[in-house]
């Protein structure tokens, strides 16, 4: 069977996309597993396990190259296709294509394109996404075990990139591991797809942790429009360094891979960190479609902080309060001790280094 899963919106969406492929495998090792993605996101692909191809567009559906998109879905000879994100062109394309089998949610206008439809309302929030993914699996029979996580397997030439980049701003001594001086990660924007913890937290949090363990590395990253929050963040503290240079997404997977902590908002670099394995502390909304519910990182190695929601308010009961479901009730001091019991190792080191 040759198997296409069409996922092309953005990085975290697609993360947690890559457990269906390793589902694919396990039911037949022999299956041929292409993801068709945006071309940015493409790199990190080199780093998951299950894939034999990948297949490129330049946004998130086709630009009306319909019967040219057709032609080249027709060349793999593909079985089935996998909407884990749905477009329409898309779907136009692999109906055109012949694609026997073409799997999508019932509830959208094109769902007659779908030979297999999955009966499920996403903005709910009743689930995971990656949940949500898998269970498109299940509508062709597929077993979708409860172990599955997206895992990125980051190998030396990444994890030798990712630490030139260090290098390049005079962090060259720390590691991941119980030698050396740790560093520490923060990553205050989210490009705007999910509401954020305030930036003054996060420079407030980045000062708590220089004062009482000024050994420690702390690096800010982000995008290049997200410079002006990584520079509140560091504030004049030259020990609170930038990643202000550009890095495609399999170093930036070798980068985050030598921080013993990532702490950050909904977004993509956090579950790249997850399937890192790195250990993440995150900041997530309580409303029904943004929260950890449905978006949170998928190991065991997160802690996810999230306003309280009050039990007297009925607003809050729908998961749907914009009073209480503020990110400013959640508090500098919370995410430093969340911090500390997420990685006890790295603050139990304090006049040790």
């Keep these: 069977m040759r198997y296409c899963i069409f996922r092309s919106d953005?990085?975290?969406?697609?993360?947690?996309?890559?457990?269906?492929?390793?589902?694919i495998k396990r039911s037949d090792p022999s299956a041929h597993v292409t993801y068709c993605v945006q071309e940015y996101t493409r790199s990190l692909l080199s780093l998951a396990s299950g894939?034999?191809?990948?297949?490129?567009?330049?946004?998130?559906?086709?630009?009306?190259?319909?019967?040219?998109?057709?032609?080249?879905?027709?060349?793999?000879?593909?079985?089935?296709?996998?909407?884990?994100?749905?477009r329409p062109r898309l779907a136009i394309a692999a109906a055109l294509a012949g694609i026997p089998q073409r799997i999508g949610s019932r509830y959208r206008w094109y769902a007659p394109l779908f030979t297999h439809r999955r009966h499920e309302h996403r903005r709910d929030g009743q689930a995971h996404e990656m949940d949500f993914n898998l269970g498109l699996l299940e509508e062709i029979g597929i077993a979708t075990p409860a172990d599955l996580q997206p895992v990125l397997n980051v190998g030396d030439a990444e994890r030798e990139a990712g630490r030139a980049v260090l290098r390049r701003m005079?962090?060259?001594?720390?590691?991941?591991?119980?030698?050396?001086?740790?560093?520490?990660?923060?990553h205050p924007?989210?490009?705007?797809?999910?509401?954020?913890?305030?930036?003054?937290?996060?420079?407030?949090?980045?000062?708590?942790?220089?004062?009482?363990?000024?050994?420690?590395?702390?690096?800010?990253?982000?995008?290049?429009?997200?410079?002006?929050?990584?520079e509140a963040v560091s504030g004049d503290d030259a020990h609170i360094h930038i990643l202000r240079e550009p890095v495609s997404?399999?170093?930036?997977?070798?980068?985050?891979?030598?921080?013993?902590l990532f702490i950050a908002n909904s977004t993509g670099p956090l579950h790249i960190a997850a399937a890192c394995r790195v250990p993440v502390l995150a900041f997530y909304p309580f409303g029904r479609a943004v929260n950890a519910r449905r978006w949170g990182p998928r190991?065991?190695?997160?802690?996810?902080?999230?306003?309280?929601?009050?039990?007297?308010?009925?607003?809050?009961?729908?998961?749907?309060?914009?009073?209480?479901?503020?990110?400013?009730?959640?508090?500098?001091?919370?995410a430093f001790e969340a911090a500390h019991h997420l990685v006890p190792d790295v603050f139990s080191r304090k006049g040790r280094f």
């Design 170 to 186: 005079n962090i060259d001594s720390c590691t991941n591991d119980n030698a050396g001086f740790p560093c520490i990660m923060l």
């Design 189 to 230: 924007g989210s490009g705007k797809s999910a509401k954020d913890w305030p930036v003054e937290y996060f420079a407030a949090l980045a000062r708590r942790l220089r004062e009482e363990f000024p050994e420690l590395h702390l690096l800010v990253t982000g995008t290049r429009d997200e410079l002006p929050l990584m």
């Design 249 to 260: 997404l399999d170093v930036l997977a070798g980068l985050l891979s030598w921080a013993r």
């Design 299 to 334: 190991t065991a190695h997160a802690t996810v902080l999230s306003p309280e929601a009050d039990p007297s308010c009925s607003a809050c009961l729908r998961r749907s309060c914009k009073i209480h479901d503020d990110m400013r009730r959640i508090s500098v001091s919370d």
């Design 51 to 86: 894939i034999d191809d990948v297949i490129t567009i330049r946004g998130r559906d086709l630009d009306g190259r319909l019967r040219r998109f057709a032609d080249v879905l027709r060349g793999h000879e593909f079985d089935c296709a996998v909407f884990a994100y749905p």
């Design 10 to 23: 953005r990085i975290g969406d697609l993360i947690l996309t890559l457990p269906m492929a390793e589902a």
